[in-house]
């Protein structure tokens, strides 16, 4: 998964005539200490941009009752994040959310994370047809997204599920990065 990551986000940089480097990855078991501090409450994952790493939590029941297309879409989504790292879309980020009050970091934070999930599906498009998925597992995650997507985050700093399962969606169906601009769209399509 990994490696078709790189080369697809690989040869977006390249059009885009950007650098680009590919991030690091650590399997683990339990969650981990990690150069950004702490572990984000509900995730199963998590990308930390100062040591450039995606860190994937998988537990004994992913392994017993594996979920392809489930892990594919949280590695692409830590991967979004890492696309937003050396892009430096989280450079206006970090700045704007140093300047924000409460309510303001968190629509700056479901901006981040819409795009990344957006990212993410975008990835996921290109493997329409292969064996990690078929249609009604596709269709079956978007809409556990619409009905949970919030469920697991203590505040909303995700989006909420039917926000979550929109922007899954148009990246999905667009099959283009370009089609996730959350920073641009209106904050009702990114609560």
């Given at each position: ?27 683990i ?12 409450t ?9 040591d ?10 992913d ?16 991967y ?9 879309i ?31 599906s ?5 493997q329409?047809?292969s ?5 009604a ?21 995700h ?28 904050p009702?399509?990114?609560?």
């Amino acid at each position: 998964m990994t490696d078709c990551l790189n080369r697809a986000w690989g040869t977006q940089f390249r059009k885009a005539g950007m650098p680009f480097s590919k991030p690091r990855l650590r399997i683990i078991t339990r969650k981990v200490g990690n150069a950004c501090g702490g572990w984000a409450t509900g995730a199963a994952g998590f990308y930390c941009s100062a040591d450039r790493t995606m860190y994937m939590l998988i537990t004994k029941n992913d392994l017993r009752q594996p979920f392809p297309l489930g892990i594919a879409r949280l590695m692409a989504h830590e991967y979004g994040h890492h696309v937003q790292n050396i892009s430096k879309i989280w450079t206006y980020y970090t700045a704007a959310q140093a300047r924000a009050g409460k309510a303001q970091r968190l629509q700056l934070s479901r901006n981040s994370e819409l795009q990344a999930e957006c990212f993410s599906s975008v990835f996921i498009s290109t493997q329409q047809g292969s064996s990690l998925f078929t249609d009604a597992e596709w269709d079956y995650t978007v809409d556990w997204f619409r009905k949970n997507g919030a469920k697991t985050w203590p505040q909303n700093d995700h989006g909420r599920g039917p926000t979550q399962a929109a922007w899954m969606t148009r990246g999905y169906n667009s099959g283009s990065p370009g089609a996730c601009n959350t920073w641009a769209a209106s904050p009702r399509t990114t609560t």
